[in-house]
């Protein structure tokens, strides 16, 4: 059973920087993508920061300069390194993971269960 869990989320002050973290563990053959996406209240869930295992980083323009994504393949971690933070980044951060896990193989998204990221103006 795959487990997707993030940490590093809180309170901060407009201008100010965080680092969430995601661990991915269980049953894992192979990881295609790790990634962030947000959700604020009242809106859609949306893409934040996504890396493919191999290739190049991909950013929301929101983001864009302020947010860098790294991974740690040796672990199945991804960390998103957010700065110069904006209440307009207040949101429910969840952490995605595209895996091919035992026995099928067959990729599939799984989801962290998120951690609350405030920035206060």
């Known amino acids: 059973q795959v487990r997707v869990v993030e940490s590093g989320g809180g309170l901060v002050q407009a201008g100010g920087s965080l680092r969430l973290s995601c661990a991915a563990s269980?049953?894992?053959?192979?990881?295609?993508?790790m990634g962030w996406y947000r959700q604020a209240p009242g809106k859609q869930r949306e893409l934040v920061a996504t890396?493919?295992?191999?290739?190049?980083?991909n950013y929301a323009d929101s983001v864009k300069g302020r947010f860098t994504i790294s991974r740690d393949n040796a672990n199945n971690t991804v960390y998103l390194q957010m700065n110069s933070l904006k209440a307009e980044d207040t949101a429910v951060y969840y952490c995605n993971v595209n895996v091919a896990a035992w026995p099928t193989r067959r990729p599939y998204d799984y989801w962290g269960p998120g951690t609350q990221v405030t920035v206060s103006a």
């Open positions: 890396m493919p295992t191999g290739g190049r980083p």
């Open positions: 269980g049953g894992i053959f192979s990881i295609n993508a």
